[in-house]
């Protein structure tokens, strides 16, 4: 019963340097997601994708990337990170759009330095 | 464009008291709305969730929520709380795209 893995749990960096959160899904979800958490700002949807080859922006796209060459993957990339992307990072999936029920992983806490 | 207000960022509570935690949304077409739950050091979970129907929506540990959409509002309850429903809770809403677009969240702090 793994749902939703994220990867890792835990990363310091220091700013400028890049990496990549890992999520995958065994649910063959065809929607797929990632948020940030902020203290009082709630979870804020940074990119989303509907079905692999298939991504959009979220509320706060800036400074991150994504890709969806399987069903079960989603990475979310931060290219050059920045104390700002200092936060705890979700990844979700879904059946479908409208369905309402996320399944969330158990979150990746990044600090940059 | 969606938007959630959760009203109360903390509700301090006794055990055994009722709890109501409240959400207003915005939206220019029809939503779904949901409730989720956040424990310490864990990722969300949902709570209830409405779509259409009956517009009181009972959900897992107790609660429920009541669709009010002349005041665009999705008020979470519960009759009598419990220690362990110290947690964190989200407001969701979402206009059938796929975005969930949450609130702040509300901390809420049972105590004995």
């Known amino acids: 019963n793994a749902g939703v893995t994220q990867t890792p749990k835990f990363q310091v960096l220091k700013t400028g340097q890049s990496m990549t959160l890992q999520c995958a899904q065994d649910m063959n979800h065809e929607y797929m997601s990632w948020y940030r958490q902020d203290p009082g700002m709630g979870l804020r949807l940074i990119h989303y994708s509907v079905g692999a080859g298939i991504t959009d922006q979220g509320e706060v796209p800036n400074g991150y990337n994504v890709s969806r060459s399987t069903t079960e993957d989603f990475p979310l990339r931060l290219l050059s990170a920045a104390p700002s992307q200092t936060s705890v990072y979700f990844c979700?999936?879904?059946?479908?759009?409208?369905?309402?029920?996320?399944?969330f992983g158990e979150g990746s806490r990044l600090t940059v330095l | 464009a969606q938007s959630v207000t959760q009203l109360d960022s903390q509700v301090p509570v006794f055990e055994e008291a009722p709890v109501e935690l409240r959400c207003n949304y915005s939206?220019?077409?029809?939503?779904?709305l949901f409730w989720y739950v956040q424990y310490p050091n864990q990722g969300l979970q949902l709570l209830l969730k409405?779509?259409?129907?009956?517009?009181l929506v009972k959900g897992i540990n107790g609660f429920e929520a009541e669709f009010n959409k002349s005041q665009t509002s999705f008020h979470l309850r519960k009759p009598s709380v419990h220690i362990s429903d110290t947690a964190e809770y989200f407001c969701?809403?979402?206009?059938?795209?796929?975005?969930?677009?949450f609130g702040q969240g509300t901390t809420l702090q049972v105590k004995p």
């Open positions: 969701a809403v979402d206009s059938n795209t796929g975005k969930l677009i």
């Open positions: 939206s220019s077409v029809s939503v779904y």
């Open positions: 409405y779509l259409s129907g009956s517009t």
């Open positions: 979700a999936s879904s059946r479908g759009a409208g369905t309402g029920e996320l399944f």
